[in-house]
């Protein structure tokens, strides 16, 4: 660990990148293996498609591709702390982000895993922001990513439906009070007495799997209609929080990046906040709900339409029950589109730099 740093007046978002995995699995596509249509899940959830990793393409491969373009978007500085938020890890034990951090060749950088589900990047997101602040980390990298195809069961259509595979990544580091992409205030949340809302019930120590584990108890499962309910108030109230702190009002706000788990509530959410939903940007109809790469990836996605200096709102509800929202300004960097090809990519994996 670096030695403690002076503590800097604001943290900035200095890099962004993301990644989607070639395969798409159309609605059509599940028609075939579901008792679902391409009507019904347009209408009831907004997505038409989503990305499947490929066979052996794991959570870390996909976040080491992410977060190889958020070092390249910001110019490749030095890191010295990795924050992972998954729900998906390449194993339970050990984490993976020490695993994507050796990958990169950043050294022997602080690294650890995050789980707060689909609120996953945003609690990523705030702990970065306060280890810069404390002076106790110069620049972290945070990284959302999840393959949730391989914990959904394909033949249950309340989950198969909504969820795909992906990874999106930031880096964020000291900065000037007012500088462009500061990021401002940050609200979090949980309620440990929803936990069975959202959960995968075997695989840990409560449910060890074994000779009697069923297909169910290994399998992501979801009470999608109360989820639906917690997940509007929560964003909306947390949202207001962050607002307020951040001395903006609701019409303030340039941009809404709301976890992409449902257009619906993507909707519900912003009538709540009285932001006209056009500006809560969308990326789930393409690559659906990718859990904690969610937020990462649909502001890698609409980046080109953000303008320097825009006010970010960012909020996200997830198992556990977690939620939590943040704000940022937008500051002047170049991002590629996620969609990019791995083999597309222009520069290697870059070589830590002595500081
Ligand atoms: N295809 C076709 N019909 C379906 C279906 C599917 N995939 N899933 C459910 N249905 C049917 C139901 O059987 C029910 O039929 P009925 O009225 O004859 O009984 C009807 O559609 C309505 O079911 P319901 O479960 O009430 O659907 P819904 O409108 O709540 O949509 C979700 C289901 C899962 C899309 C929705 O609840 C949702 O998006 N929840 C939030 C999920 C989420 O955001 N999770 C991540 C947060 S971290």
């Not at 890099?15 to 159309?26: C, F, H, I, K, M």
């Not at 293996?33 to 990793?53: N, P, V």
């Amino acid at each position: 660990m670096p030695a403690r740093t002076k503590r800097p007046a604001a943290v900035v978002l200095e890099g962004l990148g993301g990644y989607v995995p070639a395969g798409t699995v159309t609605n059509l596509d599940l028609e075939g293996r579901l008792e679902t249509s391409d009507a019904w899940i347009r209408s009831r959830t907004g997505i038409h498609s989503r990305r499947f990793a490929a066979p052996g393409e794991a959570t870390s491969d996909m976040a080491a591709e992410a977060a190889s373009r958020a070092l390249a978007s910001a110019g490749y500085p030095e890191i010295d702390l990795v924050i992972l938020a998954t729900t998906t890890p390449d194993h339970p034990c050990p984490a993976t982000a020490p695993a994507v951090a050796s990958r990169l060749g950043l050294g022997p950088v602080a690294a650890f895993d995050l789980a707060a589900v689909c609120s996953g990047f945003v609690y990523a997101l705030a702990q970065a922001n306060a280890a810069v602040l404390s002076g106790q980390h110069r620049r972290v990298l945070v990284i959302g990513a999840d393959t949730f195809s391989a914990i959904v069961n394909p033949l249950d259509r309340n989950t198969a439906i909504i969820f795909g595979d992906g990874a999106g990544a930031v880096v964020v580091g000291a900065g000037e009070e007012g500088q462009p992409g500061q990021l401002s205030a940050f609200d979090l949340h949980s309620d440990g007495s929803c936990t069975d809302l959202i959960r995968v019930a075997a695989g840990g120590s409560r449910m060890p799997v074994n000779a009697e584990t069923s297909d169910a108890d290994r399998y992501f499962s979801m009470q999608g209609k109360e989820v639906f309910v917690q997940a509007v108030t929560a964003m909306a109230e947390s949202s207001r929080s962050v607002l307020q702190e951040s001395g903006w009002q609701h019409g303030d706000v340039d941009w809404l990046i709301a976890h992409q788990a449902n257009q619906r509530i993507l909707n519900q959410v912003a009538g709540l906040l009285g932001i006209d939903p056009r500006k809560a940007v969308i990326h789930l109809d393409r690559v659906g709900n990718t859990s904690a790469a969610s937020i990462p990836l649909a502001l890698a996605d609409h980046a080109p339409r953000f303008e320097t200096g825009d006010k970010l709102l960012l909020t996200a509800f997830g198992g556990g029950t977690t939620w939590g929202a943040g704000t940022l300004t937008w500051p002047p960097i170049a991002v590629a589109d996620p969609q990019q090809a791995v083999n597309e990519r222009t520069k290697p994996w870059p070589t830590p730099q002595p500081s």
